[in-house]
């Protein structure tokens, strides 16, 4: 990248922090120290503020970034991952976010434990919504570390690691200070300027191609390198039935793993009512929809303008796909425009992530505080009541430190493939264990404990033995070979052995379940009777 793209894309990367850095000093200085302002912002954001603050926490690098890459090097089977995006918001608005705000208070453990024993519930739960957590944040440190690699030259590993370090340190300083409430409106900020840029891009892209989409779509393929392959499926999943299991398993993972993200849970304790909460999510699949539908065409953009071949070259995953897109619909990298352009959508993708980052450190470090400091260590008659606030501030850094230290080592991933990662282990964890908490009327305690750790640990070991971490040049560590399970997603496999594992430990459990606790529930989850 010429000096002039460097320049004036820090600039607004500058602004950006800036103007985040304010919003976020100036709800400290407006916040009074509870739980609830620190949790949720003191519930009280509108349900159009709240849609675009779900908005600007879903919409993250994995989707403008990765998502846009991997149509641009794969072409359909990369759009499988913007259908599996926007699809699972139908689960989340039918099952789960209503009756979620109704029961919950601040954490998906305070949903189950409402009719469980506490102290295991809320330890296996915390410990599965940090797992989670950490993972989709290594996914937004890599598209960091990308972005500005490419903004410095395209190989600075030295920028790319200093990037994932700042990106860090940001986010601690959002979240330690400002809590909900700043990382609400940042995340309403961002999703007005990526929503902004995105439409940008696309009436662009369009624009080349006199709004004819069938033209675009010929031209994509014709520079992709694999001619009509490349918009039919089979290109990354269809080569063998391993790679057609894996696409079954990605596309679970995708589809039910958003109903059990917990920066996406936590969003539905920020408003008053659950009436307010299912608003906000038809706010939501209104702005996520349309981005998701704008990211095909920027994705076939990307290898119809820049070229596949282009794509792979500046970065083999993909990841810089829309801003190289950018530069070209702007008039090239010498031209005024493209410098411009460029400089904007790098600055959009800079914004996407910082404020994604936020939301899901914040929603780590409640899981900390709330399920399982306040679980591990009773509090004292004389505790201050914002000493769990205290702790969730102090874990936010740790969480930090743990999520630069996995970004420095998964750099070279694709960021939607990571997201796909966080998504599995979400769907196999915490879904099960949500469901049948709702729904279930003879769930008990140690069918939740089992369904967590059921889903949870299988997830785990099923990624750690499979080619993600070993066993081709691809792979984490690609000088060893312990790879024994042969899928890149494990949701195929541990989805059902969550809710399986949740089953059987219920029929083998010798406590009685608690009828009174479910009617309670369940009156309160379709009501709102008694809700926070």
């Known amino acids: 990248m010429t000096g002039n793209h460097q320049a004036l894309a820090l600039v607004l990367f500058s602004v950006f922090v800036a103007v985040t850095l304010g919003i ?34 879903y919409m993250s690098a994995a989707s403008f970034l990765g998502i846009s890459g991997l149509i641009a090097l794969f072409g359909y089977d990369g759009l499988l991952y913007s259908v599996g995006f926007l699809v699972a918001w139908l689960v989340v608005l039918f099952l789960v976010a209503e009756l979620v705000r109704n029961c919950g208070r ?3 453990a305070d949903v189950v434990a409402s009719r469980m024993r506490e102290r295991p519930v809320r330890i296996a739960a915390g410990t599965s919504s940090v797992t989670v957590s950490v993972l989709y944040l290594v996914a937004q440190m890599v598209g960091a570390g990308s972005l500005v690699a490419l903004l410095l030259g395209g190989s600075s590993g030295a920028a790319q690691a200093w990037t994932v370090v700042g990106v860090g340190a940001l986010m601690v300083i959002y979240v330690s200070l400002g809590g909900m409430r700043a990382t609400t409106w940042i995340q309403i900020v961002k999703a007005v300027l990526l929503m902004g840029g995105t439409i940008a891009l696309t009436v662009l892209v369009l624009a080349r191609f006199h709004g004819d989409f069938n033209e675009l779509l010929r031209t994509a393929a014709a520079r992709s390198g694999h001619g009509s392959d490349f918009l039919v499926p089979g290109l990354r999943y269809g080569g063998s039935w391993t790679a057609r299991f894996d696409f079954i398993s990605l596309g679970l993972a995708l589809v039910l793993g958003t109903a059990g993200l917990p920066h996406i849970l936590s969003r539905f304790y920020t408003v008053p009512t659950a009436r307010a909460a299912r608003r906000s999510v038809v706010w939501s699949i209104g702005l996520i929809g349309s981005f998701y539908l704008m990211t095909i065409v920027l994705g076939f953009g990307a290898a119809a303008i820049v070229g596949s071949s282009a794509v792979r070259g500046s970065n083999a995953a993909g990841n810089t796909a829309v801003p190289l897109l950018a530069l070209d619909l702007g008039g090239g990298a010498d031209s005024t425009g493209g410098t411009v352009l460029f400089a904007i959508v790098a600055a959009v993708a800079f914004a996407t992530i910082l404020a994604v980052v936020a939301g899901i450190t914040l929603a780590s470090s409640a899981s900390v505080a709330h399920d399982l400091y306040a679980t591990l260590r009773r509090r004292r008659a004389d505790a201050k009541p914002y000493s769990e606030v205290t702790v969730a501030r102090v874990a936010a850094a740790g969480i930090g430190v743990l999520a630069i230290g996995l970004g420095l080592l998964a750099r070279d991933l694709n960021v939607a493939f990571l997201v796909g990662l966080a998504f599995a282990v979400a769907a196999s964890a915490n879904l099960p264990v949500l469901l049948y908490s709702l729904f279930w009327r003879n769930f008990t305690t140690r069918g939740a404990v089992w369904s967590v750790y059921g889903g949870l640990v299988p997830a785990l070991l099923l990624v750690v033995l499979s080619p993600v971490v070993s066993g081709s040049p691809t792979s984490l560590f690609p000088g060893v070979d312990f790879q024994y399970f042969p899928l890149e997603n494990p949701g195929l496999v541990s989805i059902p052995l969550g809710f399986l594992a949740g089953w059987l430990g219920t029929v083998t459990s010798a406590e009685p379940p608690d009828e009174a606790k479910h009617a309670e529930t369940e009156v309160r989850a379709l009501t709102g009777a008694g809700a926070v």
């Open 24 to 57: 976020t000093t100036w709800v400290s200085r407006n916040r009074h120290g509870s739980a609830e302002e620190f949790y949720a912002g003191g519930r009280l954001f509108s349900p159009m503020e709240n849609g675009f603050a779900i908005a600007g926490d």
């Open 106 to 108: 601040f954490t998906l």
